[in-house]
């Protein structure tokens, strides 16, 4: 439960003068928290991402490097390709552990395998783009991960409360 709940503060921005108001720091701590106990290869590599996006959280999330905007411009590249990253193998790993009869959960894991990374590469584009007429696509690839991380917490939550993810078996890889 703690990892849906961090997922959903590290995706969900709403910075005030400089300040970030749900603090990504806090998010990712809660993923790191929330799949400690995990063993399946998938949920240890979205923790491995949230582990690193701490430091990097401290850059993006508060106002302690303003003025050095190539620092702050390759935090933030950092952070997609993070948010990215933990995303795909949150999904990975929900659609390796689903039961035979839920359906439904490794499809909406396949959706997000594939939103994820769609997402990330715009809102990348626009932030490479972001002084020229693809800017536009930095928002665009934005409200992209928001809704692709809306849904992951949405199926994380529903996997909590159908527990069988505490019954899955540890990865053998």
Do not use: C, K
């Not at 934005?142 to 529903?158: F, K």
């Amino acid at each position: 439960m703690w990892a849906a709940w961090g997922l959903l503060v590290v995706v969900l921005d709403l910075p005030l003068f400089g300040w970030d108001v749900l603090p990504d720091i806090v998010g990712y701590l809660w993923l790191v928290v929330g799949l400690g106990g995990a063993t399946h290869m998938a949920f240890v590599r979205a923790r491995a991402a949230a582990a690193a996006g701490v430091p990097v959280a401290l850059v993006t999330g508060t106002p302690l490097f303003v003025g050095q905007d190539g620092i702050i411009w390759g935090a933030v590249f950092i952070e997609i390709l993070l948010t990215v990253l933990i995303l795909h193998q949150l999904a990975t790993a929900i659609s390796d552990l689903a039961p035979d009869g839920d359906q439904d959960a490794r499809r909406w894991a396949r959706g997000i395998r594939i939103g994820a990374p769609a997402a990330g590469l715009i809102r990348l584009i626009g932030l490479v783009g972001l002084a020229t007429s693809l800017g536009a696509l930095y928002a665009l690839g934005y409200l992209g991960l928001v809704a692709v991380g809306i849904v992951t917490v949405v199926l994380m939550h529903r996997v909590n409360r159908a527990g069988w993810l505490d019954l899955a078996p540890p990865d053998p890889a």
